[in-house]
Structure formats: structure tokens, C-alpha cells
């Protein structure tokens, strides 16, 4: 993918943006070219994206507007005024303003009307304000591993933050080159697919576009089935996770999560988009069969899995063995469609849906089972639990 092809915006949490590139990283030619009104993304290597040691709510124009909004402060006894009038005096424009008093009204009109404005009506793009200006979004950069790093903005990314938002348009104006390569894999494997796809769809700014195959339809439907459940805490295992989209859902819940996949070509994947997302998941290559800790697992996560273990005979015995050691509290399973019998054909065993969940309750005691629905790829769902 050529950086023309990339959307014109990106949509982040703004409570993700934590970091603060310093722009002093760069000489003047490069920062024209980033922030020009009509200048495209730039692609650099280097270590620009090491030294970034000011988190973005420690900056005296967060503080500040903090203060104002949430604690009721003037805007003349915040940080930013004292700082900025300082300057001021020292013979210095900022933000169009030759005065201290000057300044003073331009915080009392632009920024309480800003903030009244994204408040009663949402975060817009620039687009949707009738502006042109893209250049005016808040601004943002992509480190080596994925890390959405905060550029310009700052009075709107204040507020969205102040607010509690939970996504703002963003621009990127900058990429490292390691993430790039990174990316490149990602795009060349979904133009491997005969659709053109990828798996599951990747929950980044940067990679969110890519189209795939599944979405979040399967995760509405297995949250809503443990709503009651607690899940903080608690040991989940992702059987088969591919690039971990699943892990990073339940992460969010508060599960404690373990991600196993035996491909080699999908660790590389599952484990860049983990650290780009800013997950702690543990990551275990290898075969379920060898796993030694599904015995500590408190829930189960099997979605298209278990019908690969039916093929052949010496596979149905080992997957007997692995239900066995299960001591879970509940199974969230997905079947596989037995009719026509497709992949299934010739397989050793080839479940119905309802034999299959009587199969797995078996083996495992969890002995309560309702049906959750069928996802978009008509693959029936099921939990599974103990009385």
C-alpha cells in the first residue's frame, strides 16, 4: 500500500494518546513538509520515536484546561496563561497575540466556546465543520511498534480527553519505517486472500481499514452471555487465537488472557498487533494438546477449533484426553457447519451441533449449555457452564 492509499483520517481513543513527540527531533525542512497544509504523511527511520519522556497530561496546556473546566479556575491564575503572558513580555507572538490581553480573551472566547461546542455536539472532523483545513486536525505520529504518539492539537486533544471520549478523528503525519515493514506483511497477506481479506478485523488506527472476513458480530454475542459473570482477574485461554483479536477483547473485560496458536506465520502477526495495541496478554506457541496449564483456566474460549480435532481418530482421542482435564467454569464455543459436511468430509467424527455440545459436556462436567445465536458466518454459538 502506497501512503496516498491510506485514509485521509484515523480514529483513536484519545485517552490512548499518551506521549508527546518532541518536534525538536527534527530538522526544519522535514517538520515543513509534516505540517504543510498540503503535505502527505512522511515515512522515517531513525530513533525520533525514543526520546518522548512528557506524558501529554503532564503539558501546563492539559493542566491548565483541566483546571478551568473541571475546577472552575479563571483562566489568568492557570500555568498556560502565566507561561504563555511570559513569553509574551518577552517580546514573543503567541498564538496571534501581542498582549497578555489579548491572550486572556482569546482563551476566554476560542477555548470555552471549543469546549461548549465538542461537548453539546461531538468531536467533528474538520470536514464536518465546514473547513477545508485537514492540516487543523489534531496531529499524530506512529512509533516503531504501533504506538500512536501525539503531535499537534493540544487544546482539542485536552478536551477530548477532559470529556471522555471515546474516539476523535486524528491525522497521521508520520510513520517509522519498522512500522511500515510491519504494515506491508499485513497488506500483502491480505492481498493473498482470494477476497482480499484478513481474518479478523485489527482494532488500530493505522490498520483498521484492512478489510476481513470477521467482525465483531461473534464478541456482541459472547459478551452478553457472561454480563453477570466476573470477569477481573480471571484466566481465560484463547484456543487457535490467530493474530488475537479475541484476546484483545477479553483483555478489555478484564480477563487475564493466554493466547495459544501453533502457527509460527500468525505469532508474527499476533504479537506485533498485541504490543501496537498496547496489550499485556500472554502469547504460548504451540499445540493445545501440550499446554500445561488448561487445568487453572477458568474460562474457555474455543471458537472454530474443536471440529479440527475430529479428523482423525488419533485426534478425537487426544481432544477426549484435553476435554478431560478441563476444570473451567464456562466455555464459550463455536461449532463448525456439519451439513454440507465441506472441510468435514471423510473426517472421523463429524458432530452435529447438538451432539457436539453433548460430546463437550461429557468430557468436561460443564453439564448447563444454552445457544447463543449464529454468527454471520452461520456458525452456531454456544455456553456452556456449570450447574
Known amino acids: 500500500m502506497n ?13 490512548n494518546l499518551i506521549r508527546v513527540l518532541r518536534l525538536n527531533n527534527f530538522n526544519s525542512n522535514i517538520k515543513d513538509e509534516m505540517f504543510s497544509p498540503n503535505g502527505g504523511a512522511q515515512i522515517l527511520d531513525g530513533d525520533w520515536d525514543l526520546d518522548l519522556s512528557i506524558p501529554f497530561e503532564k503539558l501546563d496546556v492539559f493542566e491548565s484546561i483541566y483546571s478551568h473546566f473541571i475546577k472552575e479556575k479563571s483562566w489568568d491564575k492557570t500555568s498556560l496563561y502565566s507561561r504563555v503572558s511570559d513569553e509574551i513580555l518577552d517580546n514573543k507572538i503567541k498564538w496571534g497575540c501581542k498582549t497578555p490581553e489579548e491572550y486572556l480573551s482569546r482563551l476566554n472566547e476560542n477555548i ?3 469546549y461548549t461546542d465538542i461537548k ?12 477545508s483545513k485537514t492540516s487543523d486536525e489534531v496531529r499524530v ?11 499537534d492539537g493540544r487544546h482539542r486533544l485536552a478536551i477530548a480527553k477532559i470529556l471522555k471520549l471515546e474516539k476523535i478523528p486524528v491525522k497521521i503525519i508520520l510513520r517509522h519505517a519498522k512500522w511500515v515493514d510491519f504494515q506491508k506483511t499485513v497488506f500483502q497477506y491480505a492481498k493473498s486472500d482470494s477476497r482480499g481479506k484478513i481474518y479478523q478485523l485489527i482494532e488500530h488506527p493505522d490498520l483498521d481499514f484492512i478489510p476481513a472476513h470477521h467482525k465483531d458480530d461473534r464478541f456482541d454475542f459472547l459478551k452478553n452471555s457472561i454480563v453477570d459473570y466476573d470477569c477481573q482477574n480471571k484466566n481465560l485461554i484463547d484456543i487457535g487465537t490467530h493474530w488475537g483479536h479475541m484476546s484483545h477483547k477479553f483483555e478489555e ?3 487475564k488472557c493466554t493466547a495459544i496458536e501453533k502457527l509460527e506465520s500468525n505469532i508474527h502477526y499476533l504479537r506485533h498487533i498485541r504490543n501496537a495495541c498496547g496489550k499485556h496478554f500472554d502469547i504460548w506457541q504451540g499445540d493445545i494438546f501440550d499446554y500445561p496449564d488448561i487445568e487453572k483456566m477458568n474460562l474457555i474460549l474455543a471458537l472454530n477449533i474443536f471440529h479440527h ?17 478441563i476444570d473451567a467454569e464456562i466455555m464459550l464455543f463455536q461449532a463448525h457447519r456439519h451439513d454440507p459436511p465441506g472441510q468435514m468430509e471423510g473426517a472421523f467424527r463429524n458432530y452435529t451441533e447438538i451432539e457436539f455440545v453433548k460430546f463437550i459436556s461429557k ?10 445465536g449464529v454468527a454471520a458466518d452461520k456458525r452456531p454459538m454456544y455456553k456452556l457452564w456449570k450447574s
Open 3 to 15: 501512503p496516498e492509499e491510506y485514509p485521509e483520517l484515523a480514529y483513536v481513543n484519545p485517552n
Open 112 to 114: 470555552d466556546s471549543l
Open 120 to 131: 453539546n455536539n461531538g468531536f467533528k472532523t474538520q470536514s464536518e465543520l465546514g473547513s
Open 141 to 151: 505520529a506512529i512509533d516503531r511498534n504501533g504506538e500512536v504518539i501525539f503531535m
Open 253 to 255: 473485560l478484564g480477563f
Open 309 to 325: 480435532f475430529c479428523k482423525t481418530e488419533e485426534l478425537h482421542e487426544k481432544f477426549i484426553k484435553l476435554l478431560n482435564r
Open 363 to 372: 468430557h468436561t462436567g460443564l453439564n448447563m449449555w444454552e445457544k447463543l
